[in-house]
């Protein structure tokens, strides 16, 4: 898939870059841009890779990292409004983190998210991994930071009583001082992945403030804002694999069938097999991903029995189920109701 940056995030690089005192002349020269066309940046506008990599590697080298970044992520949700709305009015925080997850799918590729609830000691990992280059000139410990701001104003609760802890595979994290007075004091170096966790007692508690009608009224206009975007890539064939496999899904049938997802393609089986290497995917990773995803939403949003559950999304007894449950989540099915 075709690595991009959108439009917004870049020209928001490009205005920090303006506050550290950057010529717009050298920005220009910098990223190619011509700045003076741009008059509302798009989110649904794309701009090559290395064009917003190049933003990322002027702000660290004026010192971006150091000094305002964490501060400027922990405001960003304030700073977008529709964006807050949007993941604030959610029923309860796994939904409100996958939407977070998906605003930054669409702004950017490269940044990769896994979830591990571990119940043995009341614990939820969010862990991030960067996937391109970034990594090189952007902290994962403002990522970290707002993630943990969000959780903390999901609930209006403490940093304290959310128990927030953090890893970094770094010796040490930048602006750390801000970092243990806004976040966590507990931050873990040299660690293998990058990782915030805390009490996992959230993680199943209902927003006593959600808005089904509201969220149904953010959600299309979500899609309004990304629609462009969305049109863009309905040809890339993941793309297209993936939505097969969500309407095999959410149509109940027993089995994600290869031959049939090809059929509806309109190539061979070899031909899509040969498409997803291209891609670094395969077809049984993609039914996976797919059976995850939709194992949470049927078993938060909907009274089917996890018998029912398990049949839907083609395991041939509720013991392989429950099985694949605990190796995505570290949980059982039945502990998510």
């Known amino acids: 898939m075709e690595r991009f940056f959108s439009e917004g995030l870049v020209m928001r690089n490009v205005n920090k870059l303006r506050e550290l005192g950057l010529h717009q002349d050298d920005i220009t020269k910098l990223t190619g841009i011509n700045l ?39 405001s960003t949700m304030d700073k977008s409004g529709f964006h807050k709305a949007f993941v604030y009015n959610s029923s309860c925080l796994p939904n409100a983190i996958t939407k977070l997850f998906n605003i930054s799918a669409n702004n950017s590729t490269g940044n990769h998210f896994d979830i591990r609830v571990d119940n043995s000691h009341n614990r939820v990992f969010i862990h991030h991994q960067f996937l391109d280059e970034r990594s090189d000139y952007y902290s994962p410990h403002a990522i970290l930071g707002n993630i943990a701001q969000i959780i903390k104003e999901f609930f209006d609760v403490d940093m304290k009583e959310l128990g927030i802890e953090v890893g970094v595979r770094e010796k040490a994290i930048p602006n750390e001082f801000l970092f243990t007075k806004e976040i966590s004091e507990m931050i873990r170096t040299n660690e293998a992945d990058a990782y915030i966790c805390f009490n996992s007692k959230f993680w199943t508690r209902d927003n006593e403030r959600y808005n089904s009608a509201l969220d149904l009224y953010f959600s299309e206009q979500y899609k309004i804002f990304y629609q462009a975007q969305a049109r863009e890539t309905e040809n890339d064939v993941l793309s297209r694999v993936k939505e097969q496999l969500d309407s095999i899904q959410k ?47 049927y078993i938060q949003n909907s009274s089917l029995s996890l018998n029912e559950i398990s049949d839907m999304l083609g395991y041939s007894n509720l013991s392989a189920f429950t099985r694949a449950f605990r190796r995505w989540y570290n949980a059982t099915p039945s502990s998510y109701r």
């Open 251 to 297: 149509n109940g049938y027993s089995s994600c069938n290869v031959d049939a997802v090809a059929k509806k393609l309109n190539m061979s089986r070899t031909t899509l097999y040969r498409h997803l290497a291209d891609r670094q995917a395969n077809f049984k990773s993609l039914v996976e991903e797919t059976r995850k995803k939709h194992a949470i939403s």
């Open 36 to 74: 003076s066309e741009i008059r509302a940046p798009q989110l649904t506008k794309k701009y090559a890779y290395n064009v917003g990599l190049s933003t990322y590697r002027a702000l660290k080298d004026l010192g971006y990292q150091d000094g305002n970044e964490l501060k400027d992520e922990l």
